[in-house]
Nanobody, 128 residues
Framework: RVHLVESGGGSVETGGSLTLSCAAS????????IGWFRQAPGKEREAVAA????????YYADSVEERFSISRDHAKNSVYLQMNSLQPEDTATYYC?????????????????????WGQGTQVTVSS
């Protein structure tokens, strides 16, 4: 089983940056594919980015591809989401999630049902 805890959220102005962290525990962490999702008030949760277990392959939503970067540090059992040029539409609660069996390729990475474990979320607010 994998336990996930997000941190790093906060309030920034338009154009600012934040780095979210997802700290993971569990004996399968190094093999788990990890995704970041977000949910804005009144909207459905959407996929933001994902990364494979070894960390060589990453995926991004079109809306963030030029601004966000996902990475992982196995020594720290953590996955990060660097967010630059933040816009008010990025305001949301951000969640990290892990898959027991990696299924990111072939367009599957945004599929929430394929993620087995979820964190509690961290709030990001971007003011104009």
């Amino acid at each position: 089983r994998v336990h996930l805890v997000e941190s790093g959220g906060g309030s920034v102005e338009t154009g600012g940056s934040l780095t979210l962290s997802c700290a993971a525990s569990g004996d399968t962490y190094s093999r788990n594919c990890i995704g970041w999702f977000r949910q804005a008030p009144g909207k459905e949760r959407e996929a933001v980015a994902a990364i494979t277990g070894p960390g060589q392959i990453t995926y991004y939503a079109d809306s963030v591809e030029e601004r966000f970067s996902i990475s992982r540090d196995h020594a720290k059992n953590s996955v990060y989401l660097q967010m630059n040029s933040l816009q008010p539409e990025d305001t949301a609660t951000y969640y990290c999630a892990a898959q027991d069996l990696c299924a990111l390729s072939g367009g599957r990475w945004p599929t929430q049902a394929l993620y087995d474990y979820w964190g509690q979320g961290t709030q990001v607010t971007v003011s104009s």
